[in-house]
């Protein structure tokens, strides 16, 4: 029987914007499962005794190998309840607006055993093509969301997604 997370893990992830509004996606898969795979934002687990901003850049720098200073504000809060190598997870995830001065990585990235082997690919996706994604989006309405933000119809307050 799979075994059951009682306590939500808590992350950070960034909505990462290129001069041209372009956002960067990261395609990753369950090495157990790999019929099961999903694009998704940036971002991960906070460390011990880490906060949101510095596990959000920390978590971009590992992944992409792109460094940031700044995140802007905070977009939305997303729960969700997900099986992933052959566990139920529940995981809160933060996640934070930033503008990428260059789409080069600046160092090289540093991904976990976990990460590694569930990476896919890095891309970064255009407005225009992203609801035309034919694979799994997390979140599901991230095409939306992009959309309301580069139209200055996003939320003030951040809402909290919930899948």
């Known amino acids: 029987m799979p075994s059951r997370t009682t306590a939500p893990r808590v992350g950070a992830r960034v ?93 090289s990235p540093k991904p976990t055993a976990n990460e590694k082997a569930g990476f896919i690919e890095r891309r970064w996706w255009t407005p225009h093509d992203l609801p035309h994604c034919r694979d799994k989006l997390l979140p599901p309405a991230l095409p939306t969301l992009l959309h309301d933000l580069l139209s200055n119809q996003f939320s003030s307050e951040p809402p909290t997604l919930t899948d």
């Open 15 to 107: 909505l990462l914007l290129d001069r041209t509004d372009r956002v960067l996606l990261i395609h990753a898969l369950d090495p157990t499962d790999p019929d099961h795979h999903w694009w998704e934002l940036p971002g991960g687990g906070l460390d011990p005794d880490e906060d949101l901003h510095t596990a959000a850049r920390r978590e971009l720098a590992e992944e992409t190998g792109i460094l940031l200073t700044h995140l802007d504000r905070k977009l939305w809060a997303r729960e969700t309840r997900f099986h992933y190598k052959g566990r139920d997870h529940h995981r809160i995830e933060h996640v934070f607006l930033a503008r990428a001065a260059t789409t080069t990585p600046q160092t």
